[in-house]
Nanobody
């Protein structure tokens, strides 16, 4: 099983970025994106079930970020619009074999067994 993330970069406030994460080796129950800013703990950003249709976001990104998956190439995406300096962090994709249905579980990083390497997103003001 391998998750390979990409798509980060340096952008200005208000710009957009699309993060990608190629998932290979198996199918999963749920996937998500987390981020970690310098000196801070890893925090939940967004998640969806593998089948789609159950996206869930942390409040600070609602209306700006979209999580989705392309079935054709097994790639996970995080579309980030209207980026803010406070979105600056290393972003990680993650996946779990479990189809958690409760937010108290699927917002926890410990609920995900598989992780991609991080990709840096820097938003300048």
């Amino acid at each position: 099983v391998q998750l390979q993330a990409s798509g980060g970069g340096l952008v200005q406030a208000g710009d957009s970025l699309r993060l990608s994460c190629v998932a290979s080796g198996r199918t999963f129950g749920r996937y998500g994106w987390f981020r970690q800013a310098p000196g801070q703990e890893r925090e939940f950003v967004a998640t969806n079930t593998w089948r789609g249709g159950s996206a869930y976001y942390t409040d600070s990104v609602k209306g700006r970020f979209t999580i989705f998956r392309d079935n054709r190439n097994n790639t996970l995406y995080l579309q980030m619009n209207s980026l803010k300096p406070e979105d600056t962090a290393v972003y990680h994709c993650a996946a779990t074999t479990r189809a958690y249905t409760r937010s108290s579980y699927f917002t926890l990083s410990s609920s995900y067994e598989y992780w991609g390497q991080g990709t840096q997103v820097t938003v300048s003001s």
